[in-house]
């Protein structure tokens, strides 16, 4: 019997939020129509790149009817055209879609928020005490932003001259800080917390390095990189590349410096210096980027799902809950070793889906993901070194080319290619990342 009836979970589910707006592509799925029940044979957890992604290959397995996605936002969003965003190359509704057109249809959308997980007894709850039970649960809440975290924001970003690439309130803001550069400091961060896409930070850098030269304005620019790490890229090949282009560009590294505070009336940030507790250090900024502290969603620290650091705690290999057999984690909520991308996601799709059709059938899930993930480093309007690694911090290359060397096909790539492959193929289930383009590419060099 439903915790909330038939009639009354309408009522209670439906109180507006069912309602889409005009325009939204209502008739792709069964969110407005309110049917939601009290178990699913499987329930995906967020709507982002990793939930979408599975609900579709659930669909294909069990039907779409027996699939459910939790997921509060009207809107989903292509996060990784938000450094082009935030560099002006593209437009900021280039990157998002109503949430119910990319919801596969038929499955149905439960528009809520979890509020805790009870895997002992194969539940969740969500907002208003509405209890939802399952047969598989799959965990792809993604990573949350902390902006909070530094003194001074996020209301430091009513101020002009600050930006972040990282949140869709705040991108457009980057854009119009460096349209609006006159001579200064330009500073990029990056914060002492895992991130996703850890080349980010960075890649807005190298594209404001760009526009000032277009526009004549470089010569008046101090572009600096303010990182809390003590590398400038987690894997030596491309690291070695990106030197160089720092060196060729004239820009300045400084490593193992946090922001801590914002002063935007002032346009000051503060920065505490790693290797010296107590030491801080004051820069005033023309432009400021800010990559915000990150950390698991709220709903998993503490939770029985999680490890210590509130990651979704899952093997490495099968991305099988480690306790729990019926559970499983894909993308930036877990706790698998290697850098938090879109293009990490789609190569963990596949192995999921594959440990998932196993553990169906009562077998032992045999997939190993090898810890696949990219980055597209841009360094400027059209050049990219495709970075692409595995768990031991290895290139695993797709194409049989020097993959470190900037070049425009790659930039072409990154901004036209991948987009349509995100929307027509990944979050379709179809995409499982690289490795077989990768192995026929390579075919012909043995
Ligand atoms: P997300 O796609 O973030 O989805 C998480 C979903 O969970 C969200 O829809 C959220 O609303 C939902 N959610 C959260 N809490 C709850 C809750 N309590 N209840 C229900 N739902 C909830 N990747 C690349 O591969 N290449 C790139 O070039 C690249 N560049 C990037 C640039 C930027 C500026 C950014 C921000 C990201 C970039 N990424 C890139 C990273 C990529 O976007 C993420 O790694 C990817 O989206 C992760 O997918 P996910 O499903 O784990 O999380
Ligand atoms: C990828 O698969 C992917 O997910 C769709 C991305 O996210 C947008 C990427 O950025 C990249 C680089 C890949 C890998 C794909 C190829 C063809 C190298």
């Not at 990182?227 to 004239?250: C, M, N, P, S």
């Amino acid at each position: 019997m439903s915790p909330f009836g038939a009639v009354s979970s309408c009522s209670r589910l439906c109180s507006g939020v069912w309602l889409l707006k005009p325009g939204m592509q209502s008739s792709l799925h069964t969110a407005a129509r309110c049917a939601a029940r009290d178990y699913y044979e499987v329930l995906v957890l967020g709507g982002g790149a990793g939930g979408i992604t599975m609900s579709a290959r659930m669909k294909r397995k069990v039907g779409a009817e027996n699939v459910a996605v939790v997921e509060p936002s009207e809107t989903h969003y292509y996060q990784p055209l938000w450094t082009l965003v935030g560099g002006g190359a593209k437009q900021l509704a280039a990157s998002a879609r109503p949430m119910g057109s990319v919801i596969p249809k038929g499955v149905e959308w439960i528009k809520s928020r979890v509020t805790a997980l009870d895997p002992d007894k194969n539940c969740v709850w969500l907002e208003n005490n509405i209890k939802v039970s399952y047969k598989y649960l799959i965990i792809a809440l993604g990573i949350s932003l902390h902006y909070d975290k530094i003194k001074g924001l996020p209301e430091g970003f009513k101020y002009p001259k600050i930006g972040s690439n990282y949140s869709v309130q705040t991108v457009e803001k980057t854009w119009r800080a460096l349209q609006d550069f006159k001579e200064g400091n330009a500073i990029f961060t990056f914060p002492n917390t895992p991130v996703k896409c850890a080349g980010a930070p960075q890649k807005i850098m190298y594209l404001s390095d760009a526009y000032l030269r277009n526009t004549g304005k470089r010569s008046k620019a101090n572009i600096m990189f303010n990182t809390a790490l003590g590398v400038i890229f987690g894997v030596k090949k491309y690291a070695d590349a990106l030197l160089e282009v720092i060196k060729d560009r004239d820009l300045a590294v400084n490593y193992k410096r946090n922001l801590i505070e914002v002063r935007a009336d002032k346009q000051e940030a503060v920065f505490e210096n790693l290797d010296k507790p107590g030491v801080t250090e004051v820069h005033q900024y023309e432009m400021l980027h800010v990559t915000p502290p990150m950390g698991p969603p709220a709903v998993l620290i503490n939770s029985p799902v999680s490890d210590e650091g509130g990651w979704v705690d899952v093997d490495k290999e099968t991305l099988q809950h480690k306790k729990y057999p019926n559970v499983f984690g894909i993308g930036d909520c877990t706790n698998l070793p290697t850098s938090k991308t879109a293009a990490a996601v789609a190569a963990q799709s596949g192995v999921l889906d594959k440990t998932i059709s196993l553990v169906m059938k009562n077998e032992m899930p045999v997939k190993k993901y090898d810890g696949y993930t990219s980055c597209p480093l841009v360094t400027g309007y059209n050049k990219v070194i495709l970075a692409e690694f595995d768990y031991n911090a290895q290139p695993l290359e797709t194409f049989p080319i020097d993959q470190s060397k900037e070049r425009t096909t790659m930039y072409h790539m990154k901004a036209d290619m991948m987009p349509l492959l995100y929307w027509n193929a990944l979050l379709k289930g179809y995409w499982g990342g690289p490795a077989p383009v990768r192995k026929l590419m390579h075919l012909g060099l043995k």
